[in-house]
């Protein structure tokens, strides 16, 4: 921000300037508020949040979930790890003591191993989203336990500073997010770059219906590793998210004096209908290109 | 069967272990860490490595030659009864990583990093930090592989 020094007499009043250090720090430094408080106090119970929740044990995360990740029971019995049936009786005879995840090793179904490597995919996975900025505050509710029970609790802060590493990381792949939600469709680009087996996977599920989390639902895969393919598979411009459908044709508002501010702010990313350019993939990925030399 | 604190702590009893870590490749998370890390930043080895990893595992020239096309390896779902609906059939079961492991040496120490193969999708690796003046590669590479196979095992 820019000061004016003038002559004046009387000096104008200050204009009250954001203090970008104390922004940050709310911006960076926690993704809830809430989150920092609980694990303090060391409590039980569980965060809901717009997309998902986090269960605390004693101040630590012990689970999570999204609507937008498939499930530990998804991740587990998609590929045979465990028979639907077994998982079933899992949470049947263990469920109400909030102990299935214990019942899972101790009948023998998995391993301790192969169950802590899963659960924290899934814990991680399903608090990226449950911690993603929402307009909406959360809330806590004390005692509720889930009924996987505990497996390998994980600090608070260790969620939280993963949460911003991983939004970092999907950043400095492809900085736009609009893959992340939208339709996936094939752009068709003649010179596909090297695509691994896993982003194949992906590829072959893309049919401009499909977003990111459907896919990664049918894939049983993680949705963060999901997002982090679609984003190479962007960035590289073998696939580009939909457009969404134009709005139906309505009467335009009223003008009003504060027309021109009340525009919603667009989401980043997004570009405004006259510049929705097909060339603007390619300057994105020239402008992304010169950045990073 | 053990855990992953028991699979690190088991790493860290062999001649020369300096630091043990289990570390997820697609997002560069350290799932578990044991003993030191270079430069005291567990993170940051874990992030490191994780690139190299994936690395490793993507590029075709390091896969074994009796490998399947890329569009029927490690860790695909594509399977062909699979084309038609978002949730149709049974996925196919996850296969062995195109590689087993990664050795890393240097003047004072190696790095050996062993892939996990899991029934279900993943992509972890076991990361064992070596002292190169007590450490034994061979045994080490050994153990590793026979650990990442208990780790998972069930």
């Known amino acids: 921000m820019t000061t004016l020094r003038t002559d004046l007499t009387t000096p104008p009043p200050r204009l009250p300037v954001r203090d970008r250090a104390a922004a940050r720090q709310r911006a960076w430094g926690g ?101 993603s900025p929402s307009g909406a505050p959360g809330h806590f509710t004390y005692g509720d336990r889930h009924w996987l029970g505990p497996v390998r609790p994980v600090p608070v802060a260790a969620v939280e500073h993963e949460t911003l590493r991983r939004r970092a990381l999907l950043h400095r792949i492809w900085p736009d997010p609009a893959p992340d939600s939208a339709p996936l469709l094939l752009s068709g680009s003649p010179a596909a770059p090297t695509v691994t087996a896993r982003q194949h996977a992906v590829l072959a599920l893309v049919n401009g219906v499909r977003t ?71 300057l994105k990925r020239l402008r992304d290109a010169l950045e990073a030399l | 069967m053990p855990g992953i ?20 490749w697609t997002s560069g998370l350290a799932l578990g860490t044991v003993g030191e890390s270079p430069g005291g930043d567990p993170e940051t080895m874990a992030a490191e490595a994780a690139e190299l990893a994936r690395m490793a595992v993507e590029h075709r020239a390091f896969a074994p030659e009796d490998d399947d096309e890329p569009a029927h390896g490690f860790g695909d779902g594509s399977g062909d009864g699979f084309g038609g609906g978002a949730t149709g059939g049974p996925l196919e079961q996850q296969q062995d990583p195109p ?39 061979a045994l080490a590479r050994i153990r590793l592989g026979e650990m990442a196979g208990r780790l998972v095992l069930g």
Not at chain 1, 86 to 110: K, M, N, P, Q, Y
Not at chain 2, 7 to 24: F, H, I, T
């Open chain 2, 99 to 137: 590689v087993e492991d990664l050795i890393i040496s240097n003047r004072d120490s190696y790095h050996v990093l062993r892939f996990v193969a899991t029934s279900f999708d993943s992509s972890v690796f076991l990361h064992l930090w070596l002292a190169r003046a007590d450490g034994n590669l």
């Open chain 2, 5 to 24: 604190d028991e699979c690190l702590l088991e790493a860290m009893r062999l001649p020369g272990a300096r630091g043990a870590a289990l570390v997820d």
């Open chain 1, 212 to 282: 990111a989390a459907d896919i990664a639902l049918a894939l049983a895969r993680p949705a963060f590793h999901t997002l982090v393919d679609v984003r190479r598979l962007a960035a590289a411009g073998v696939i580009a998210p939909k457009a969404p459908p134009p709005p139906a044709v309505t009467a335009p508002p009223p003008p009003s004096a504060s027309s021109v501010s009340s525009a919603p702010p667009a989401p980043p990313g997004t570009l405004p209908p006259s510049f929705a350019d097909p060339n603007i993939t390619l």
């Open chain 1, 31 to 131: 993704v809830s508020p809430m989150l920092g408080r609980l694990a303090t106090e060391r409590a039980t119970g569980v965060l809901v949040r717009e997309r998902g929740s986090l269960y605390l044990a004693d101040g630590e995360v012990v689970h999570a979930e999204s609507p937008a990740v498939p499930g530990l029971d998804v991740l587990l019995t998609a590929r045979g790890t465990l028979d639907a049936a077994g998982w079933r009786d899992a949470v049947g005879a263990a469920g109400e003591r909030s102990r299935v995840g214990r019942f899972l090793v101790e009948s023998g179904r998995i391993g301790a191993g192969a169950l802590e490597v899963c659960h924290l995919g899934a814990l991680y996975d399903a608090a990226y989203f449950a911690l």
